[in-house]
């Protein structure tokens, strides 16, 4: 006999024990916490990816766009969202789950986000946030000394300036890549005589003032998409991100950027900013970022560094030289929700000169008054929650020798697992990892012997077929759910440049083991034993 389904109603009595905190552990929504984070504890002890279902079978779960007229139960509904929602995400935290930038979450992170939740604080402003706001500031400054390491007089006197910022907290490393060329743009089409700023009278009658025929923004042709976005956010137009090649190693050819900038000269196109990359998102190597900052210096221009990925390094007093010269960059951006074991939402940019967010103060009478100390005056994104507190306690838990720790041991597991790729007979290792980034593929040895050849002709039809079979595992290991590589496709040198497709892992998983890595390669070679058609096609080649 099917049991009744209940029928909640929407009455005043309802609402008010909704937006009621459970006063003791054996009531209704405490014993639906303890359920709750039961199944989560459980879902993440689980070592699978992911479910098998198929996107469009769980698309079904969703498919009603009408807003319910009747409430449901809580507890319902938290069943409802365990077997819809919870069984069927992806298990980001699973030490198989090597294909993003996305890691395990230290255990102290729950309890943490909890009280940020609950707090509910807007660091838009004091008058919401109150304590989270110098707190931010401080975080603000730890970063800030992270990267150039001014000494204690420096903070004391900027850290907590009403006036100034030492950077921005924003949802990730795209607001903080748009916020560092903001700032750039407004610094270099300030107010002069009658004119009173880009920020006032708009980008054409900027152009027109300073006579610039146009502005350019250089980048590596590794350089992150946002870039793009930022220019077309900001009126400059994405043909002007100018992509510079990079030598066998990803890393930008610097002489070719310097060649650009003259030639850009010549033509009165002004180069607003150079970006330099630390931890390409593809390969993870990191720029010459003091020979760029030379560069910039030159041109005077703005030189910012995405170290969205690579910047959490920094911590690492072993690997912290990788980096050299990103203290001599005008803004730098860094990800806490990568490296530094935060959840998302938690990107920052930092700035070298305490004044430069002047440049995008913003005020208004009824929230951001001149003269507070309201965050919100210098950030892109208004309301905002406390990110920083997580950031904030993650730094004191974890503490910088504890980040040692996760950097080398994330690189130094790279480089082992490029090893036995390289020593593997069937896998060819593309790009050798500098951070925890690495590219590979399968090939039999038959198949690489005849690459070695160097017949391009010949190249360019097993490189085709090659990236299909590529596709064919990566797609069926995904579907399989038991461990994730994701693939993407770059310019390889040794094949004169020509795009191939290629697995990418990320190793910053604390969590994953020389075993998993080995089982990854086995269960690769068995997915190849199964295509019937590119295998066979490979071999027969290769004869």
């Known amino acids: 006999m099917r049991a009744t389904k209940r029928i909640a109603e929407a009455t005043q009595e309802s609402l008010h024990r909704i937006f009621t905190i459970a006063e003791a552990p054996d009531s209704t929504l405490g014993r639906l916490e303890q359920e709750m984070s039961q199944n989560l504890v459980g879902f993440l002890n689980n070592h699978i990816v992911a479910s098998k279902n198929a996107l469009t079978d769980i698309e079904q779960d969703f ?105 921005a907290f924003c949802s990730g490393g795209t607001v903080a890549n748009i916020t560092a060329l903001w700032v ?17 009278e708009g980008l054409h009658r900027a152009m027109r003032h300073y006579g610039y025929q146009d502005l350019a923004i250089l980048v590596s042709d590794r350089g992150h998409y946002s870039l793009k976005k930022s220019a077309d956010i900001l009126g400059i137009g994405q043909e002007n991100v100018i992509a510079i090649p990079t030598d066998e190693n990803n890393k930008i050819d610097c002489q070719k950027l310097a060649e650009k900038c003259q030639q850009l000269a010549a033509q009165n196109i002004k180069v607003l900013a150079i970006v330099g990359v630390a931890g390409t998102t593809e390969t993870g190597n990191i720029d010459p970022l003091d020979k760029i900052a030379a ?20 911590l690492s007093n072993k690997y912290r030289p990788l980096l050299k010269g990103i203290e001599q960059a005008d803004s730098v951006t860094i990800d806490a929700h990568k490296q530094m074991y935060v959840p998302m939402g938690a990107g920052l940019v930092i700035f070298k000169d305490p004044a ?36 904030y306690a993650s730094l004191h838990i974890i503490s910088r020798p504890g980040y040692e720790m996760l950097i080398n041991q994330a690189i130094e597991k790279a480089e082992y697992f490029a090893e036995i790729i390289h020593q593997h007979d069937d896998f060819e290792l593309i790009t050798r990892p500098e951070l925890c980034l690495l590219t590979y593929r399968y090939a039999p040895k038959s198949v690489q012997a005849l690459l070695a050849r160097n017949d391009d002709e010949a190249n360019k039809s097993v490189n085709m077929l090659l990236g299909k079979l590529t596709k064919f595992i990566q797609k069926r290991q995904r579907e399989d759910g038991r461990s994730f590589v994701s693939r993407t496709r770059i310019e390889v040198s040794r094949y004169g440049g020509e795009k191939v497709i290629v697995f990418r892992v990320v190793l910053a998983n604390p969590l994953t083991t020389k075993e998993i890595l080995q089982g990854i390669l086995q269960q690769q070679c068995q997915l190849a034993q199964e295509s019937e058609k590119f295998l066979p096609e490979l071999l027969q080649a290769a004869k």
């Open 184 to 200: 750039a743009r407004n610094k270099l089409l300030k107010a002069d005589g009658d004119f009173r700023g880009v920020a006032r």
């Open 295 to 314: 560069i910039a210096q030159q041109n005077e221009c703005h030189f910012h560094v995405d170290a969205a990925w690579g910047g959490a390094t920094l």
């Open 356 to 391: 430069s967010v002047s440049a995008i103060e913003h005020h208004a009478e009824y929230i951001l008054r001149k003269g507070s100390k309201d965050l919100g005056s210098h950030t892109l994104e208004g309301s905002r929650p406390g990110m920083a507190m997580l950031v």
């Open 63 to 167: 498919i009603n766009a009408r807003i319910p007229e009747q409430p449901e139960f809580v507890s319902d509904h938290m069943h409802h969202l365990l077997d819809k929602l919870v069984a069927q995400s992806v298990h980001t935290s699973s030490p198989s789950f090597i294909g993003h930038m996305t890691s395990a979450l230290p255990s102290f992170i729950l309890p943490l986000s909890k009280l940020m939740v609950g707090l509910n604080q807007n660091l838009v402003k004091v008058e919401t946030s109150k304590a989270f706001t110098p707190l931010e500031r401080q975080v603000l400054g730890m970063m800030h000394n992270l990267v150039y390491q001014q000494d204690d007089v420096f903070y004391q006197n900027w850290m907590h300036s009403a006036e100034h910022s030492l950077g």
